[in-house]
């Protein structure tokens, strides 16, 4: 079993950032892939941003230039920086690591 626990949501003006952290326990072996998901209010849950434990990124078009995702092999651990975010940007974020683990997610929420 591998638990995900997200921290670093919050309610943040237009224009804002936040940085949510996420890190993987467990039973752990070389984690591959760790990702952000978030789903909206009415809508489905949408891939943010991955990353491959040699560092190549995947960016979804909404966020790309605007959101870095990161992370520290070592400690498990993905982090997603957050730039100029957008009222649409308002979602719960889920961490996933393929293919059946997500965190229990983070209410990320900007006001306009």
């Known amino acids: 079993q591998v638990q995900l626990v997200e921290s670093g949501g919050g309610l943040v003006q237009a224009g804002g950032s936040l940085r949510l952290s996420c890190t993987a326990s467990g039973s752990i072996f070389n984690i591959n892939v760790m990702a952000w998901y978030r789903q909206a209010p009415g809508k489905q849950r949408e891939l943010v941003a991955s990353i491959r434990s040699g560092g190549n990124t995947v960016y979804a078009d909404s966020v790309k230039g605007r959101f870095t995702i990161s992370r520290d092999n070592a400690k498990n651990t993905v982090l997603l920086q957050m730039n100029s975010l957008k009222f649409e940007d308002t979602a719960v974020y889920y961490c996933?690591?393929?293919?059946?683990?997500w965190g229990k997610g983070t209410q990320v929420t900007v006001s306009s």
């Open positions: 996933y690591v393929p293919l059946a683990y």
